[in-house]
Every structure is written in C-alpha cells, then in structure tokens.
C-alpha cells in the first residue's frame, strides 16, 4: 500500500519513515551561514520612473545565483494575511477532505501529500497544493472554477482568495520582468509579450514538524524548470540557496518576496542569468508554509532569446546557448522523463540533441515535488 503523508500522524512519529530519510551528504546539516540576498526596493519603479534602488546588485545577483527579494512591491499585507488564513484552512482539512483534490499522476494541479505516488524514496517532507492560473480574459474565474470543481460549492470563497492572490501574483510577476528587462539593457516591456495569456501554477507548501528534521527535507535541491518564482514563506524560516559552494539560509521577511529565477527563463535571456539552485528544510518545532507562485508563457510559446540579447557589443551575432523549444516540451520533459534536479535543463537540452527520444525516466536524482 502507498505510504499516506498524514501530516498530524508523521509529526509526531519519534522516528521518521525510511522513504524521507536522505542521504547524509543531501539531508540538511543542523546549521547554516545566512545569505545577505539583494533587496530591491520596487516603489519607484512600479511608479513609472524606470528607478530602482539596488541596481548594482541586482544585476551581480542574477547572473551568480539567480535569487533577490523585492519590497514596496504594492500587494496588499491584508490579501497576504488573507492567504495564509486560507492556507491553513485547506491544510486543517481531513486527509480524506484534502485527497478529494488529489493530484494524479503526470498532473501538475491538486493535492499532494508528499508525492508518495510516484517516488519511492527521498520523498519531501511536505504536502502541497496546486492550481493553474491564467491571465487570458476568458479564464479570469479559472481558480475558483477549480476549487469548486474538485472540491465543491462550500470551497467557493477560498477559491475567491487564490483568485485574487494568483491576479496580484502575475501582475507583480509581470512587473518583475520589466525590472529583469531594464537590468539587461533591453526596453521595459520587452519581456512581457513572451508571457501573454500565460499557464502559471500557484502552490501552496505545508511543512509539518519533524522529530527527525536533520535527517529529511521539506523540498529537495533543484532549479526551478518555470520561469520566475515568486515566493513569500512565512516567519519560521527554511528557505535555502547554493551559493559559492555552500547552502545559505534566506532569512524570511514578511514584507518581502523572494523572486527566483528558473530554467526557462534563464533560456529565455541565453543564460545571462542564473537559474537558482534552492531547497527547503524542515524543523522540528513548528510547521512553515510558503506560497510559491510560478510564472509561465503559454504551453506552446517557443522559447527563444529576444534578438537585442543575441548581439555582441561589437556588433556580431552571438551563437545561442540553449535549441529552442516550448514550455510544453520542457513541462512534459519534466512530468515524463526526468526528475527534477539540479542539472535539468542540461539534461533536456540533451535529449533534444539527441532527438528527442530515447530518455529514461531518472527516478531516483534530485527532489519529488516539481510537476
Ligand atoms: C493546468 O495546466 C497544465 C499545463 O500547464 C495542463 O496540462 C492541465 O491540463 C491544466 N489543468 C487544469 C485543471 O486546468
Ligand atoms: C483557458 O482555459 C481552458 C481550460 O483550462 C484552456 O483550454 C484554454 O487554453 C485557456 N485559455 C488560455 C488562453 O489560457
Ligand atoms: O518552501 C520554500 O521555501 C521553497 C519551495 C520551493 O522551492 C518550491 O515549491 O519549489
């Protein structure tokens, strides 16, 4: 029988199941050095100015490790408040309550406690919840058309709330873009064509405690396949990002989100930018949560460097780094093909080398939860 991730059981379990121990060089050591990430200050930005504070940063920051916060970022504190009321809500649910929203496999949406369905070992130690989001006007109610599909009418206003935490997240993703735009020397907006009518994803992480918390982890090293994430975690901290060598924690911020950059959008800038390499690990005294946010083009956009990235300052042209291919090829890639783990991109780049056939499903590198 498939192990179940019940959350008010595994917590108070002394010793944990061998499916969430992982290996001792993986699992997370008792303790780290903080990372001082850039903060980027949006205020003026988002005013129209084309300012921002912390440029010079920002820019040393995205091509190293792909990773910044931004403050003054307008998403109101009470719709954040709103949110992780309703996070706790869901999470408070029965598991039965909770798996009527299961999420099956080679799906990207619903729930999943500890993705126990389709790996057998280094399971996350977490249960999420995710969702689709989409700007296209004719999908505008598509959230909580979703909560009430699979959850019923009683779920209607929770699905509100992620309606509108998922409007104010693409809107500030989209803000974002300009910002990464602007840092690249190209025009504000130049990016945000490539995101139009988009397919992003909203999940929602619940960590419980555990009485084991060295030897597991709440998500396993990996890059990001989306685009930009944005991240907000809550007060209790566990956010880590793999800089010179070494994993450092990011100290939470409640005013702030974390922004990271994933693989396809490092694609989408030929590799200007780093795609972030981050986890998250679990203690043992309190449960966190994290709202993650991914911003994706349309399934069927092809991904491809905007052309004032593909000239040389002297004027050549420069040989791009990454084929082209589709968010849809790369999600499937992901679902199908590949565990997510810290060398996915290169991994995949290879298979379309080699024509795309022919992968082996790698079960058993890196971390369960992505796709
Ligand atoms: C969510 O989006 C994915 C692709 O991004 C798609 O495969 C899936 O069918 C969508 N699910 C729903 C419920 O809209
Ligand atoms: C709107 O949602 C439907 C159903 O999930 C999907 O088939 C369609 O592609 C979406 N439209 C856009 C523009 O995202
Ligand atoms: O919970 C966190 O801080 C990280 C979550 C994460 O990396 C993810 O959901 O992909």
Not at 185 to 209: E, H, I, K, T
Not at 229 to 238: A, I, N, P, Y
């Given at each position: 029988?498939?192990?179940?991730?019940?959350?008010?059981?595994?917590s108070?379990?002394?010793?944990?199941?061998?499916?969430?121990?992982w290996?001792?060089?993986?699992?997370?050591?008792?303790?780290?050095g903080?990372?001082?990430?850039?903060?980027i200050?949006?205020?003026?930005?988002?005013?129209?100015?084309?300012?921002?504070?912390?440029?010079?940063?920002?820019?040393?920051?995205?091509?190293?490790?792909?990773?910044?916060?931004?403050?003054?970022?307008?998403?109101?504190?009470?719709?954040?408040?709103e949110?992780?009321?309703?996070?706790?809500?869901?999470?408070?649910?029965?598991?039965?309550?909770?798996?009527?929203?299961?999420?099956?496999?080679?799906?990207n949406?619903?729930?999943?406690?500890?993705?126990?369905?389709?790996f057998?070992?280094?399971?996350?130690?977490?249960?999420?919840?995710?969702?689709?989001?989409?700007?296209?006007p004719?999908?505008?109610?598509?959230?909580?058309?979703?909560?009430?599909?699979?959850l019923?009418?009683?779920?209607?206003q929770?699905?509100?709330?992620?309606?509108?935490y998922?409007?104010?997240?693409?809107?500030?993703?989209?803000?974002?873009?300009d910002?990464?735009?602007?840092?690249?020397?190209?025009?504000?907006?130049?990016?945000?064509?490539?995101?139009?009518?988009?397919?992003?994803?909203m999940?929602?992480?619940?960590?419980?405690?555990?009485?084991?918390?060295h030897?597991?982890?709440?998500?396993?090293?990996?890059?990001?396949?989306?685009?930009?994430?944005?991240?907000?975690?809550?007060?209790?901290?566990g956010?880590?990002?793999?800089?010179?060598?070494?994993?450092?924690?990011?100290?939470?911020?409640?005013?702030?989100?974390?922004?990271?950059?994933?693989?396809?959008?490092?694609?989408?800038?030929?590799?200007?930018?780093?795609?972030?390499?981050?986890?998250?690990?679990?203690?043992?005294?309190?449960?966190?949560?994290?709202?993650?946010?991914?911003l994706?083009?349309?399934?069927?956009?092809?991904?491809?460097?905007?052309?004032?990235?593909?000239v040389?300052k002297?004027?050549?042209?420069?040989?791009?780094?990454?084929?082209?291919?589709?968010?849809?090829?790369?999600?499937?890639?992901?679902q199908?093909?590949?565990?997510?783990?810290?060398n996915t991109?290169?991994a995949?780049?290879?298979w379309?080398?080699?024509?795309?056939?022919?992968?082996?499903?790698?079960?058993?590198?890196?971390?369960?939860e992505?796709?």
């Amino acid at each position: 029988m498939a192990l179940e991730f019940d959350a008010t059981i595994l917590s108070r379990a002394p010793v944990i199941p061998p499916q969430f121990v992982w290996p001792a060089d993986e699992a997370s050591p008792a303790a780290v050095g903080e990372i001082a990430i850039p903060v980027i200050d949006l205020a003026a930005f988002l005013s129209g100015s084309g300012d921002f504070s912390g440029a010079d940063h920002f820019a040393a920051a995205c091509e190293r490790h792909g990773f910044f916060q931004i403050v003054n970022h307008g998403v109101d504190p009470a719709l954040l408040a709103e949110a992780y009321r309703s996070m706790d809500a869901f999470y408070a649910l029965p598991l039965a309550e909770k798996q009527r929203a299961k999420r099956r496999l080679g799906e990207n949406h619903g729930y999943a406690g500890s993705f126990t369905g389709r790996f057998e070992s280094r399971l996350p130690w977490k249960e999420t919840m995710s969702f689709n989001c989409s700007d296209a006007p004719e999908n505008a109610s598509k959230v909580v058309d979703y909560f009430v599909s699979v959850l019923g009418e009683e779920y209607r206003q929770m699905g509100e709330v992620w309606q509108e935490y998922c409007d104010v997240m693409t809107r500030l993703a989209l803000d974002v873009t300009d910002l990464l735009a602007v840092g690249l020397g190209l025009g504000r907006g130049a990016l945000r064509g490539f995101f139009a009518g988009g397919d992003s994803v909203m999940r929602l992480n619940n960590y419980p405690p555990c009485r084991q918390p060295h030897l597991t982890l709440g998500t396993g090293p990996h890059r990001d396949p989306t685009s930009l994430t944005l991240l907000h975690q809550d007060l209790v901290g566990g956010l880590q990002v793999f800089v010179g060598g070494e994993w450092r924690a990011v100290r939470p911020r409640e005013d702030a989100f974390v922004v990271n950059i994933g693989d396809t959008f490092a694609a989408l800038v030929d590799g200007r930018h780093a795609s972030c390499l981050h986890r998250a690990v679990v203690n043992g005294a309190a449960a966190r949560r994290s709202l993650t946010f991914f911003l994706n083009p349309p399934l069927d956009r092809v991904v491809s460097p905007p052309q004032g990235l593909l000239v040389a300052k002297d004027g050549g042209a420069i040989n791009r780094k990454y084929p082209g291919f589709t968010w849809r090829e790369f999600l499937e890639f992901t679902q199908k093909h590949y565990r997510s783990d810290t060398n996915t991109m290169e991994a995949f780049v290879d298979w379309i080398k080699q024509g795309r056939r022919g992968a082996q499903f790698h079960g058993d590198a890196g971390q369960a939860e992505k796709n």
